[in-house]
């Protein structure tokens, strides 16, 4: 089981416009990342709040919940915010709130032996790193730059953290992957 924290980021590492938007993603012609794979093995999936409603949202699932099951799938999802949210009725929605390391225990039980997608953002991801709960980064790099934006990490993270295990070209898009090389033995 690994935690991967995949997502697609400008050249300039921004996850999305100052008000969350998406626009540029999807107006990136030809040959697309494939989630097919990640999604087949992740059997829990970890967001925020802010990607949590910018997915209700973009496919219409407020309106719509019968098509959650074909945007998200059937397994578990853990949603960190400390406000109250909409959970749609027949999803496996969980609201957290707090620490991420005091909830990975029942992260890691409900992911049984499949991976977890920790799929944004950049403040939560951090705290995963900081927990020592993150085993890969997969970034999906686009040919885009905004003069300002969410960005992809928040914090700092060195590149003795960082191992690269793959790279490579998907049409406009450059993919990259990294081990996160755990702390104790960073600093062993």
Do not use: C
């Not at 540029?24 to 709040?49: C, H, N, R, Y």
């Amino acid at each position: 089981m690994a935690v991967i924290y995949e997502t697609a980021a400008t050249l300039n590492g921004f996850l999305a416009t100052r008000d969350d938007s998406l626009d540029w993603l999807f107006e990136i012609p030809g040959e697309q990342p494939d989630l097919k794979p990640l999604m087949e093995s992740a059997t829990a999936l970890v967001m925020g709040s802010t990607t949590y409603e910018w997915l209700l949202d973009m496919e219409d699932l407020r309106t719509h919940p019968e098509k959650w099951q074909d945007s998200v799938g059937t397994q578990p999802v853990f949603v960190f915010s400390s406000r109250a949210l909409p959970v749609l009725e027949g999803a496996d929605v969980r609201i957290l709130a707090g620490d991420v390391g005091r909830h990975l225990p029942e992260i890691r039980a409900a992911a049984g032996e499949g991976d977890i997608w920790m799929m944004g953002g950049g403040g939560l991801a951090a705290q995963f790193l900081a927990a020592g709960a993150l085993d890969r980064i997969v970034l999906t790099l686009a040919p885009v730059t905004l003069a300002a934006g969410k960005p992809l990490f928040s914090g700092d993270v060195t590149w003795d953290r960082l191992r690269l295990r793959s790279a490579e070209k998907i049409g406009e898009w450059a993919r990259l992957v990294y081990d996160v090389t755990p702390l104790s033995a960073v600093s062993a």
